[in-house]
């Protein structure tokens, strides 16, 4: 059986025509991850019960009720940092060694109650802090086609970086819209992130889990649409503005009828240090939780209080989380006072003139990149949605598709850029 | 010789008497079996999100109003950071920048008059856990309390002696008990007071290098602890030395305090804004609604006894301390339409009788109407005071309309004149020698009768009945010079 590059809604029909059954699905992928990632290089805890356990109801349910949702009956991975109920969460840290959540993120409990199927945890880099795309287990997965779609989270813009690594389709949402309750984060500029083979397959997932949360008090009073519905809407009338580097890209808008223009972002080169700052602020307070004494690791060399937390935390916080930890506690000192306010000035001023390009443009176009650059990290300060969209085929060597970024909640213009985008190129929709 | 002037500021907090905790729907009861009131937000677990409980905002704003604070319709939380196993999140969710409410003050009566204290602000908070301390060397954390809504209440500089701290203290204590925003029981901790005490030469205008204290358990500890340190710090001055900046603590046993922590100690908080909460926007209307919450205030209350009800300051003062009280008294007052008689009753025997029972009022279940009732029997006449007093025991007890006692226990009073003059015969026949003492001139005798004819009618008597009938019969007895013979 073939199932690995098939999308959210090729699946779903099969389950609906009973050409398969939700259970045999749900053995396949777990097959396959058991052959393929024998070490748990990827998927570092499979949650093969509760997967099974799902598949099954789902299929009494399906006799009962028909298909409910586009997640029902759909494999799926979780980054380990998305708590997980009585199941293993350690975000990648041995700080949380053996952590096991008495509670699911709320992701997870709107992907358990529409009869998705996860199938274990994936993966990540010590809190997400490292954006090497190799460490992303959720992109990954979703590449090898272990799952129809994976969660993981934006830190440093590793929804973007992985998803052009992986060649597959990455969403980071609008701040608000996707609740973070659960969400292991170091600071607010993390968000949970959807990947998937396709754009469609996108907004699908983000239609089901996307909508405010009475446990995220940030997360938006929005009515969330069927984004589905924006696919084939195409881009006639869009306008679009590219940054330099995707002219060509910017021909394929332009050929189905968009408006493109060439614009450039001014403050483009304060957006890392700033990034930097706020987040290494954040990560030394959020990471203040870990000190041994009530979950994950606790070192046994402490002999007084403040041993037990300089050890603790010294044996198992990795290099990533001590240096922002070391540099966010200079940074929030009374002497250093400074800098904070600075950045956060700044995060406004680039929040801005984001907000005022938007103003003349529906769309922002950039070039896709396998690695670090400043860009990756503008959705995260401006609490924007980003979407990248692989190139349907890799024809030409070294070019990894496109970001494209929207206004707060206009993702619908992202999927109707990006699938277009996609099928133009020849990808598969 | 130089004088020297102390200079006091209070930090207090409060806990507030919502129902559940500020970030989670905990209880915030108060219970004894540890680690009961909790969950994964309180106890500081990963991924888990801060929801506010407005109810904590409203108590709070409500405080802030009987302060008269500034209510700032823009305020939010700040993190303020350090390490301690009390503190689940190795951080508290305070408000450090921009408190919820600013610049109030506070009248309280010393005995040189009234004097205002200003508020600087009002912020709220989370409470942290508790340790328990083992005697071989473990401890144990209690997350109970951790994530019970706080405000911290803090002075301006303003009080000058342990005596106006202390008055200060407990006049704050019964107006936020007035706003129900808390039940301030400081023995179970919720409500602590931290002082900040500096001395400076009488005269000079700069302040002092001030110490703080913690650990203050009761009123007494913090006017203790107010004379105690100000006199160690006048003696360092004295002596040529410096004071130090530090924290000290408390000793109640030892009545000193001692060190906890000095300058260099002092962490900083890298306080920054709290990035998982929205701020607190509040609207007029919002502040409007609460405002209209608020009883009016044991000032205001006894301003209006003493303006229109002429009371004495003391009995004005001790009335309006109570919320229970005063709208006791005042509905009371509204029965009976006498506000003298009733101060008289509700100060004293009211007062007196909880007292016996340890009760408190609200527990106690009394009708005011009944008070007011009994009230004006004796005003009418239809009671002497003593057989009050007795049925208002009864009336206590039983809950029943004075009326209804009565006429359980028999007639009201003896207001038939042959009835009574019989008992006066008899009274001045048994008390030959006093009569004696009269006639020659003790006139203090006749209130010794009277009580002896109160007794004979078991405090039924009329006494203004009985008073004339004595009157008429020593009269008598006077001018016939003529003593009743024994017999
Ligand atoms: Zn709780």
Redesign the pocket.
Known sequence: MTLSNMSVKQIGDKLKKKEISAVELTKVYLGRIKKEDPKKECFVTLWEAKALRQAGTFQKKQDKNGLLSFLAGIPCGLQDHICTENLSTEAGSVILKNFIPPYNATVVEKILDRLGIPLGKLRMSEFGMNPDPIQCGAAQSVSKGWTVYSLGSDVFGSVSIASVFWNIAGLRPTHGLVSRYGLIASSSLDQIGIFANRVEDCAAVLSEIAGQDPRDPLSASFTVPDYTTYLRKGVRGLKIGFLAGAEDDAKVFEKQGAEVKEVTLSLLSYIRPIYDILFSAEASSALGRYDGIKYGYRSSHGNNLSELYTRSRGEAFGSEAKKYVLAGTHILSSEQREIYNKALKGRYLIAKESEDLFTHFDVLLMKGNPKEDDLCLLPALTGMPALTVPKGSRSENGFYGIRLMANRFQEGLLFQAGHLYRSETGGAT | MKEFETIIGLEIHVELATST?LF?S?SARFTREPNRN??P??MGMPGTLPVLNRKAVEYAVRVGLALSCRIERFSRFDRKNYFYPDLPKGYQITQYEYPLCKEGYFDIDTPQGIKRIGIAEIHLEEDAGKLIHLEDGFSLIDYNRA?IPLIEIVTEPDLRSAEEAKIFSEDLRNLIMYTRASDCKMQEGSMRVDVNLSVREKGTPDFGTRTEIKNLNSFRSVARAIQYESERQIRLLKSGKNVLQETRRWDEAKGESVPMRNKEDISDYRYFKEPDLPAIILSLEEIESVRKTLPSLPRERMERYRREWNLPWNDAKLIASSRALADFYEKTVQYCRLPKEASHWVTGEVLKKLNEKKLVLEESDMDPKFLGKLILLVKEERLTGSVAKKIFDIMFDTKEDPEKIIASYGRITVKDAGQLDQVIEKVLKENPKAVADYLGGKKKTFGYFMGEIMKETNGRADTALAKKILEKRLAFLYNNNNPIKEG
């Open positions: 905790k989670c905990c909790c969950c937000l309180c994530g």
